[in-house]
């Protein structure tokens, strides 16, 4: 059966769309994993690629800048992860960048992540090897995790025979909450504890108190504090010393005089054992005042002397003045 021209054209038709839809398709995932734009190679290395794969994206401070080229085990422990950047964002990425391996979302693809690093450092170029870091792989994390399960299940299970001793009444605190006679003792000791130590607290305020009073300059102690006052004091000391040192001279000096005295030796001891020399110096004291009292009377007689009582108002005068 020939095929009528309408349906030539309907398959001339399907197959140019088919072909534009391939054409745009390999455009897109071609664009996709940089294949017809300007890029450069960019080196890290890793222990653990975690799952991480050639195509996968690679993102600069959260931006798609690339994609996986190549992964290539060097050997145990090393893993060389070649990656296609693009040239407009290679100018932003320094040396001192950093490459980690994440996932995008909580499930999604495995990615790289290129942290910007701190501080001035050259810019990168095409085939440079920037420092890498290993985070914690899911594996890791849930077998920590089933580790911490298992140590939680432990401490529940300890926990669960503790509290069923107490509930018993076994051991120290069993005891004390099912005891109610110790339970009364022990609420007694906190009370006698309370009043203590509102005590100790008013007696703690009380020596406050003192220390308090103690430092003020209105009272003894507290004088002490003051330099000055303490400087007289040591003046007052010093002058002390140098007074008993010469009071210890005089008391040698009488005490050598006593001896002299009790041994019959100077003049006290003949005025004291003469009679008639101590009668003779009574006599001569009587009239000293005797003649004393007189010349008293003489000088008031001078002073109303028409002769002599402008000199006594003079010296009188002058007298006062100095008073003033």
Not at 147 to 153: D, G, K, M, R, Y
Not at 166 to 177: E, H, P, S
Not at 187 to 193: F, G, H, R, S
Not at 261 to 283: H, T
């Amino acid at each position: 059966m020939e095929k009528t021209s309408s349906q030539k054209i309907q398959l001339g038709i399907f197959v140019i769309i088919g072909t534009l839809i391939f054409l745009a398709a390999i455009y897109f995932i071609g664009n996709k994993q940089n294949m017809f734009g300007n890029t450069s190679r960019l080196n890290a290395v890793f222990v653990n690629v975690n799952g991480l794969q050639p195509g996968n994206n690679v993102r600069y401070a959260g931006i798609d800048i690339g994609t996986v080229n190549e992964i290539e085990m060097v050997n145990d422990t090393t893993i060389t992860v070649v990656m296609l950047i693009d040239n407009k964002i290679m100018e932003h990425i320094k040396t001192n960048a950093i490459a980690t391996i994440g996932s995008d979302g909580l499930v999604g693809n495995i990615i790289i992540n290129i942290i910007p690093g701190k501080g001035n450092a050259p810019k990168v170029t095409n085939g440079d090897t920037i420092k890498s870091y290993s985070r914690i792989g899911t594996d890791a994390m849930l077998e920590t995790l089933n580790v911490t399960n298992e140590n939680a299940a432990m401490l529940t299970a300890d926990l669960l025979k503790i509290t069923q001793e107490i509930t018993l009444g076994k051991g120290t605190v069993g005891m004390l909450i099912r005891d109610t006679v110790m339970a009364q003792d022990l609420k007694a000791t906190m009370n006698y504890l309370r009043l203590t130590s509102k005590g100790t607290s008013e007696s703690v305020a009380s020596l406050n108190q003192l220390i308090n009073d103690l430092n003020r300059k209105d009272n003894v102690i507290g004088t002490l504090n003051d330099t000055v006052v303490a400087n007289r004091m040591k003046k007052i000391i010093v002058n002390l010393e140098k007074s008993s040192v010469e009071i210890n001279k005089v008391v040698t000096n009488l005490n050598a005089t006593i001896t002299n005295v009790k041994d019959g030796k100077g003049a006290l001891n003949y005025l004291s054992n003469d009679p008639k020399l101590v009668k003779q110096i009574d006599s001569t004291m009587t009239n000293l005042n005797k003649a004393s009292i007189k010349l008293n009377e003489d000088l008031e007689a001078l002073k109303h002397n028409f002769l002599f009582r402008g000199y006594f108002k003079k010296q009188t005068k002058e007298k006062e003045k100095i008073k003033k």
